[in-house]
Structure formats: structure tokens, C-alpha cells
């Protein structure tokens, strides 16, 4: 049985609907992602899901009870779950063991528990050298760990986190990273992460789900999600790609200057009239010889038009040299090519993810 449901969840604000009747189920104990681009609709879905905010039509339901409806709502306090703000707080003016004791007392847990708790709490995140500590005193990333501690330490049914890094820095976030999906690999608790970065979302998440205008777009583990994305919307959201055309002509599909049998596409078989494919840059490879190190996937003759040196990677810009399209591709740092080059490009048709 799923922890947490959504069935056909919407939310209108005025003439705009900010969640178009949304679906997703969550197993216990699982963590997703909801990712998707400012104004997406993240935020509102996870307020609901807590209940700050009512729904105008679907359900949200845990543990087989129906939580909200377009009449009727359970209040946040009593749905056991914590919620992380985008603008996170932790109270100023309590010190980094009362932020974190806060929640229980408000439980009226014994005295002696708590202390037990917010000790064994403040070890797992690495603070308890600064329980006398008040926020000010602390960094972002320390901040973080408390706004952290603080949800988790109540142990929730659901945790709830929108957008909890967008404060720190570059380096922090990605070490904050690790930290919250540790923290999930010792509680297990069900979790929904909010946040317009995939690479967050592909590192902390067991599924993503990605939100365009309202809606799901898809849900899938993230090497799904990257190697077969099923829209262009996914498809340039979670990485960068190439849009390439083709058409479906009997047992081919048709590309500029080239063609692939329709067995050697992911879903091939199945597809008709034109359709569009993502190709990855990292899938594309550049060559001097055609004879040499090139596998046999089909290939054009092309002319780099532009690079850029990335130290991990090379990113250059390619066109056939009887063509216009731009096609990005990688190539490791000792594959050096000048601006200017005549090269064949192959193509890996197993790695080509058709999209709508
Ligand atoms: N209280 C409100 N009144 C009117 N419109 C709102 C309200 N809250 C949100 N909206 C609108 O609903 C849409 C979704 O907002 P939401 O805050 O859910 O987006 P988000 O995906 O969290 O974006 P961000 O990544 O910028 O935080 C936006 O167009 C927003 O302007
Ligand atoms: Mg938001």
C-alpha cells in the first residue's frame, strides 16, 4: 500500500491553475523529488500535501485516511509531518538545542526524553559541540543541519522540504547534499524534496518527479529519467540534449543524411510519422578516420563550428558539413579537434530517447 497519495490534486489561484490535477503515489519510507522550474506549481503542491493549503478538487491521502479534499481539511498539526520553509527559519532567538527540543516539548514529551533525543539528534547531524550555540553564531550550512534536525528529530510520517539548500553556497550545497540523503538512508522517512536543481534531485531521490505548468511530465528513478526522458520539456530540464528529427519511412526511420533500422531505436517498432529524439551530447562521438576506434552506429561528415575547453570535458558545436543543425557534443579532454575540422560524427541509436 502506498504511504501518501495524490489523486487528480488541483489548486486555482484566480483565473490560473497553479496544480492541474496532479497524481503521485509514494511508498513508505520513499524519497522523491519534485522538480521543476520557478512558478511550476512545487511549492503549492507541497502545501497542500501538509495542509496549509486546502485543494479545489482531488484528494490527498496517508495511510489509506483522506486528508484533504475540495471539503474538507485535516490542519498541518495534526497530520504528523514537518515541513522545511524555501526561506527556511530556525528560531533566532533559541539556542541550536532549543531549536531542536522545540517540536518535542511541544509535545509534552517527557523532560528526560527529550534531552535523550535532541543529544542522540544533534550527534547524527554533527552539532552537538554547538547546542549552546544561538543561529547567528552559526554558518548557513550549520543553520541547515538545525532546520534539519529540528523536522526530523519529531520523527514525522512525511518530511517535507522546499527548496532547504537555496540559501547556501556552491560548495555547501553540494556537501548538504549527501548529508539529507544520509539522513534518509537512517530514518527512512517518506520524504518529498522540492527543488529546481536536478542534479540535487538526481542525488538525493529515489524517483523524480518532474513539474511543468501544474502537471507531472514524468516520474522515474533519475537514470531513467536521464537516458529516457519522454518529453523535450524533461529531456533539456534534466540535462542538456540535442533534438534531432526523424520519419518514419516501412522498417526505417529517416534522419538528415542518414538512417537507423527501427529495431536498433528504444521503442522503435512502435513509433510513426515524424518524431523528435534526444540525443545526449556525451552519446555522440567525434572522429578523424572513419575506419579507426568508430563503432557502427550511422554517421554524417561534420564541420566543427565552436568549442570550449570544460577541463573534464570538451564541448564542441558541430554542423554536417551539408547541413545546418548545431549538435552539441562531448569529448573526452585528450580528443582535441580545431575549429574549422572537417569530422565524422556517430551516432549510438540504443542511446537516442524518442520524444513528444
Ligand atoms: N497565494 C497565491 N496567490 C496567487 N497566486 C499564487 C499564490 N501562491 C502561488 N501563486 C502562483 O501559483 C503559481 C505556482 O506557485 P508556486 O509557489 O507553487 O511555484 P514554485 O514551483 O514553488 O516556484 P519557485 O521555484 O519560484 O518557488 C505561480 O504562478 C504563483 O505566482
Ligand atoms: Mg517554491
Redesign the pocket.
Known sequence: MSKLILRSIAKR??E?L?VDHLDLALAEGEFIALL??????????LRMIAGFTGPDGGTIEMDGCVLSSASAVVPPERRHMSMIF?SYAVWPNMTVEENVAFGLNLRRLPREDVRTRVGEMLDVVRLAHLAQRYPAELSGGQQQRVALARAIVIRPSVLLL??PLSNLDAYLREEMRFEIRKLHDEFHITTIY?T?DQSEAMMTADRIAV?NQGRLEQVDDPHTLYTRPKTRFVARFVGRTNFVEGSCQGDEIVFDRFSVPRWALPGGPALTGEVTFSVRPHTLRLSREALHGMGSGPRVAVRIVQRAYLGEYWDYSATPVEGSTRLHVNAPPSDRYEVGEVLWLEFDPAQMAAVA
Open positions: 489561484f484566480g490560473a497553479a521543476g522550474p520557478s512558478g511550476c506549481g512545487k511549492t503549492t503542491t524555501q522546499d527548496e522540492v529546481h513539474m
